[in-house]
């Protein structure tokens, strides 16, 4: 695979770094993961010992005062060794910014800090049992009394769910208000009132602790608001999405080429009618197909890291990537799966945990239909 434009000498340093880490701390665990349905928690103080959490945080928060592309690199290498289980780059990339981009200096000293040691993991909860993409319409409430707000609701599909020490709860502090009602809220795990429901059983990621959580009369002070007033959250979340949904494509390119390495290797070893797969004329048609995608997938995410960098990447374009990518990395995966045949379908086969882990990139973050929407509305009317 070609080296991305928006690389230098300093991040390539940075990847051996998170290479060998993966290397040694997650690809040796990835069947534990999966099997206590969660990662190790001192995988996190590990991380944080040598640098590896909240890398695009400054320093003076305890971060790594990097960029999305440290960001990226490190989905990168989580993904080369085949692991979906530990949910580093919501915690990273998208909790983590949310402190960053409008917690009050207080609430930044108090948790940013401790996310970069490991001391402390992070989650964000919007999606509930009745409400998927329609977060004008969350019923987890936030109502003022004197300098308290008392949380009460459900959330449903949250990553880091079981192991997070702090999570970022959106609510309607205004139940009578739609967008305009919506605010974020810093909710400790240790609150009294809060609790967590089932680690769900997933089709795909099944070493990820995606989780239930409940707030019953969950006490926490106003000061717990992120922003300035109440009401901005439905804002806020447009704000960061875009670099969520960057963070999915990403992962879904790295996938993709994990899947054709697997996939070339495969073919090479395995042999059919004596001779190996790879000299099947289909074989070779399938890989150049799946080598093709890989390619355009990766040169389209690179423009896009290359634009965000830069602070230019815009809704419809990070949409179009997100749509895209996902859309593919499941095409790709189903290919490579076929050409496994028989052991394609066992799941100690990395190709075959990647085809189920790949599926909800579809869904979360926005589902595809959504993108296609945010899409359609930004096309030009013709003249």
């Known amino acids: 695979?070609?080296?991305?434009?928006?690389?230098?000498?300093?991040?390539?340093?940075?990847?051996?770094?998170?290479?060998?880490?993966?290397?040694?701390?997650?690809?040796?665990?990835?069947?534990?993961?999966?099997?206590?349905?969660?990662?190790?928690?001192?995988?996190?103080?590990?991380?944080?010992?040598?640098?590896?959490?909240?890398l695009s945080i400054p320093e003076e928060y305890g971060g790594g005062g990097g960029s999305f592309a440290h960001e990226a690199i490190l989905i990168e290498e989580q993904a080369r060794v085949g692991d979906s289980s530990w949910g580093v780059s919501l915690h990273n990339g998208i909790v983590a910014h949310y402190i960053l981009s409008y917690g009050t200096e207080?609430?930044?000293?108090?948790?940013?800090?401790?996310?970069?040691?490991?001391?402390?993991?992070?989650?964000?909860?919007?999606?509930?049992?009745?409400?998927?993409?329609d977060l004008q319409n969350v019923r987890t409430k936030a109502i003022r009394e004197g300098d308290e707000y008392v949380v009460n609701g459900a959330k449903t599909f949250i990553t880091n769910g079981a192991q997070a020490d702090v999570v970022v709860t959106v609510v309607k502090t205004n139940p009578e208000e739609a967008a305009a009602g919506i605010s974020l809220v810093i909710v400790p795990t240790d609150t009294p009132g809060f609790s967590r429901g089932r680690v769900l059983d997933k089709i795909g990621m099944k070493g990820q602790d995606t989780s239930e959580l409940n707030f019953s009369d969950v006490r926490i002070p106003v000061?717990?608001?992120?922003?300035?007033?109440?009401?901005?959250?439905?804002?806020?979340?447009?704000?960061?999405?875009?670099?969520?949904?960057?963070?999915?494509?990403?992962?879904?390119?790295?996938?993709?080429?994990?899947?054709?390495?697997?996939t070339m290797r495969y073919v090479h070893d395995r042999h059919a009618f004596n001779r190996p797969i790879w000299g099947f004329q289909n074989t070779k048609f399938k890989m150049a197909e799946i080598a093709t995608?890989?390619?355009?997938?990766?040169?389209?995410?690179?423009?896009?890291?290359?634009?965000?960098?830069?602070?230019?990447?815009?809704?419809p374009t990070v949409a179009m990537a997100k749509l895209w990518c996902s859309e593919r990395a499941q095409k790709v995966a189903d290919m490579c799966l076929q050409l496994h045949g028989g052991y394609g379908y066992m799941n100690e086969y990395p190709i075959a945990r990647a085809w189920a882990d790949l599926r909800v990139s579809q869904i979360y973050a926005g589902t595809s239909e959504i993108m296609k929407e945010i899409i359609a509305r930004s096309l030009p009317a013709p003249a």
């Not at 207080?106 to 993409?133: D, F, Y």
């Not at 000061?223 to 009401?231: I, M, Q, R, V």
């Not at 979340?237 to 697997?262: D, G, H, K, T, W």
């Open 1 to 54: 695979m070609r080296r991305s434009p928006w690389m230098n000498t300093d991040l390539d340093d940075f990847r051996d770094l998170a290479r060998t880490f993966c290397e040694k701390e997650i690809k040796p665990n990835v069947e534990t993961f999966i099997a206590n349905k969660q990662v190790d928690r001192d995988l996190w103080n590990k991380a944080g010992e040598v640098g590896l959490l909240c």
């Open 106 to 133: 207080a609430q930044k000293l108090e948790w940013l800090p401790k996310m970069a040691s490991g001391e402390v993991v992070g989650a964000i909860a919007m999606t509930e049992p009745g409400t998927g993409s």
């Open 223 to 262: 000061t717990n608001l992120l922003g300035s007033e109440e009401g901005q959250g439905f804002i806020q979340l447009m704000e960061q999405l875009p670099q969520e949904r960057l963070i999915v494509a990403v992962s879904n390119v790295a996938a993709m080429e994990l899947c054709f390495e697997e």
């Open 293 to 315: 995608e890989a390619r355009v997938a990766r040169s389209f995410v690179d423009e896009c890291i290359g634009l965000h960098l830069d602070k230019q990447l815009d809704i």
